[in-house]
């Protein structure tokens, strides 16, 4: 089976940097992608590593090791409204093929 | 207008009930995703679709049926709802060429 692993709580202070980590067991590989959803929404795309290594997109950054199999989402100067839930998923193989997604991580950014 | 939009949004339903879910997008997606997320559990496939005559199962299909009317409609069923499919339901689109999802904005679920 596909299995993705990451810690169900974190909590941070506004204006901090708080990192998400996401271990992964599969089948195959193709590629990481990170999902933010509020509370009540619908998940948005936040970002996507196919190779090893940093991406980054303003306050996000996300990080991948193949040889790991490991990743994590980087959020820099932490705002209250990131407070959140964050889900990483993996491209198991190319084209056809759904994404599998962990059980998600929820973000709480305190004063 | 929302690019993917689903019907109804909230729904109660009680056991033993045939209920539909549905779900429209105007991106011109070919690939149609149906999840199902409960609390902690994060989100799990039902069943998916690459094109009109592609119908896949997912992880959790049991007790689900699917039905891709058009490139831009696919519908979720319940043949005979039951309480443990009391859950948030989502439809997603996407295409071959870009990673990204894009989701509906849900359908809330009760069944009694």
């Known amino acids: 089976g596909q299995s993705l692993e990451q810690p169900s709580e974190v909590t941070a202070v506004e204006g901090a940097i708080v990192q998400i980590n996401c271990t992964y067991q599969t089948s195959g590989f193709y590629g990481l992608s990170w999902y933010q959803q509020h509370d009540g929404g619908a998940p948005t795309f936040l970002s996507y590593?196919?190779?090893?290594g940093l991406e980054e997109t303003g306050r996000f950054s996300s990080f991948l090791s193949r040889s790991d199999s490991y990743g994590y989402l980087l959020l820099q100067e932490l705002q209250m409204k990131d407070s959140a839930s964050y889900f990483c998923a993996v491209r198991v193989e190319s084209g056809n093929t759904p994404l599998v997604f962990g059980k998600g991580t929820r973000l709480s950014v305190i004063a | 207008d929302a690019d993917v939009t689903q019907t109804p949004r909230n729904r109660i339903t009680k056991t033993g009930k045939r209920i539909m879910l549905e779900c429209s997008q105007t991106?011109?997606?070919?690939?149609m995703y149906w999840y199902r997320q409960d609390p902690g559990l994060g989100l799990r496939l039902i069943y998916y679709?690459?094109?009109?005559?592609?119908?896949n199962k997912g992880e959790i299909s049991d007790g689900y049926s699917v039905s891709r009317q058009a490139q831009a409609k696919f519908s979720l069923s319940l043949e005979s709802a039951i309480p443990n499919q009391t859950a948030l339901y989502f439809c997603?689109?996407?295409?071959?060429?870009?990673?990204?999802?894009?989701f509906g904005p849900g359908t809330r679920l009760l069944v009694l």
């Open positions: 997603a689109t996407g295409t071959a060429r870009q990673e990204t999802q894009y």
């Open positions: 590593n196919a190779l090893d």
């Open positions: 679709s690459f094109d009109v005559k592609d119908i």
């Open positions: 991106k011109g997606h070919d690939r």
